[in-house]
T-cell receptor, first 114, second 117 residues
Framework: EADIYQTPRYLVIGTGKKITLECSQT?????MYWYQQDPGMELHLIHY???????EKGDLSSESTVSRIRTEHFPLTLESARPSHTSQYLC?????????????FGNGTRLTVT | AQTVTQSQPEMSVQEAETVTLSCTYD???????LFWYKQPPSRQMILVIR??????QNATENRFSVNFQKAAKSFSLKISDSQLGDTAMYFC??????????????FGGGTRLMVKP
């Protein structure tokens, strides 16, 4: 049962549009992450946050931005969507380090930019 | 930077049989953690099993066990008595120990496992 929610589940949008992918968790976790999952299923970390007002870029360069104004909310924004942004985006959270507190993943948002 | 390699993009196994998924990694770290995550079709990714690099004993969780070979930088997952519900994408992941940088997982490319009735 999901304690971390991503909306929308699917999104098809035209080039140049601004979009925000929502991610919320009800577990009070400090740490939150955004992963991009390629069509070939590899996951790459694009953003992470250790708490409110803390955001960092991950290993994979991304044109998206994130914000963390509230503990439970970690939205990802693309100012101008392009076909190269077509992918699945997975949000995750953890209470501590991923060893002591495994990552909880959302169901993902599958984004298609036409 | 760490890399995680899963050399088997797809595998299949008959129900009730045993299957082993391979994972190798490259790191200069001496202390780290390794994980296997499972992503069933259209469902959330969940943790299957985890291993601390400084522990020599292989981790076991019910039907899931690992073969951790630190010198060879190998971390394979064995699934015994395979069940239809084991059908999923399996990801191997690495995490450094300690500090903020240690909170991030590096994932392999995944192995798609199909359990056949």
């Amino acid at each position: 049962e999901a304690d971390i929610y991503q909306t929308p589940r699917y999104l098809v949008i035209g080039t140049g549009k601004k979009i925000t992918l929502e991610c919320s968790q009800t577990m009070g976790h400090d740490k939150m992450y955004w992963y991009q999952q390629d069509p070939g299923m590899e996951l790459h970390l694009i953003h992470y946050s250790y708490g409110v007002n803390s955001t960092e870029k991950g290993d994979l360069s991304s044109e998206s931005t994130v914000s963390r104004i509230r503990t439970e909310h970690f939205p990802l924004t693309l100012e101008s969507a392009r076909p190269s942004h077509t992918s699945q985006y997975l949000c995750a959270s953890s209470a501590g380090t991923p060893y002591n507190s495994p990552l909880h993943f959302g169901n993902g948002t599958r984004l298609t930019v036409t | 930077a760490q890399t995680v390699t899963q050399s088997q993009p797809e595998m299949s196994v008959q129900e009730a049989e045993t299957v082993t998924l391979s994972c190798t990694y490259d790191t200069s770290e001496s202390n780290y953690y390794l994980f296997w995550y499972k992503q069933p079709p259209s469902r959330q990714m969940i943790l299957v099993i985890r291993q601390e690099a400084y522990k020599q004993q292989n981790a076991t969780e019910n039907r899931f066990s690992v073969n951790f070979q630190k010198a060879a930088k190998s971390f394979s997952l064995k699934i015994s008595d395979s069940q239809l519900g084991d059908t999923a994408m399996y990801f191997c992941a690495f995490m450094k120990h300690g500090g903020n940088a240690g909170n991030m997982l590096t994932f392999g490319g995944g192995t798609r496992l199909m359990v056949k009735p």
